[in-house]
């Protein structure tokens, strides 16, 4: 992410978010489910450490990351490893990873930059490889009560990105009502992909 206020918002805010309760839910379990056994995953957005400590404990080969370095400094203490501080442009990966794991993290990537994102994430997957990620639906860019930018994507604009991204051999978006850190009704969008 490259949001000055958003960065501001979690170095600010690191502790207190990260003690925000969060479930493993069943898009991580699905997302494993469909992996080789130890698979090598990418976690863009790393956040608290709580999803990169569930594919630890059940064998993975987990590479963590976060564009805060404050939130990357929580994720590590509590993993017990270093997680890197990187941002989503950053990536210069090739055929490297199994799977790519980005939950409620590329919601934050500027929209002019998402296309873009994406072909990066699709150069770093292995040939097969998985990538799922999750995005709060709108209707175009905005921030939240906190000043935190979003996309704020259509489902019909975010699947435009992916398939502007790269020729991806499965691509699946699904919605769902939920939540988040700031406790308001939201309309998740989840992706799932193939390269």
Do not use: C
């Amino acid at each position: 992410m490259a949001d000055d206020n958003t960065l501001r918002f979690y170095a600010e805010n690191a502790a207190t978010y990260v003690r925000h309760q969060r479930r493993i839910g069943r898009h991580l379990a699905d997302f494993l489910a469909a992996l080789p056994v130890g698979a090598k995953i990418l976690e863009l957005g790393a956040g608290g450490g709580d999803d990169a400590a569930h594919m630890l404990a059940h064998g993975f080969d987990i590479h963590p990351t976060d564009a805060s370095r404050e939130l990357a400094a929580e994720a590590s203490r509590h993993i017990g490893r270093p997680v890197q501080v990187m941002r989503f442009d950053e990536l210069d990966a090739a055929a490297l990873y199994d799977g790519v794991w980005a939950s409620a993290s590329l919601l934050h990537a500027p929209a002019t930059e998402l296309t873009g994102n994406l072909t990066q994430i699709h150069r770093a997957l292995k040939p097969g490889g998985l990538f799922v990620a999750s995005f709060k639906a709108g209707h175009g860019e905005g921030r939240d009560q906190f000043g935190r930018y979003y996309n704020y994507p259509s489902a019909e604009t975010l699947l435009a990105h992916y398939r502007a991204a790269a020729a991806w051999t499965e691509l699946e978006l699904t919605e769902e009502d939920g939540t988040g850190y700031d406790a308001l009704p939201t309309r998740w969008l989840w992706v799932s992909a193939r390269r």
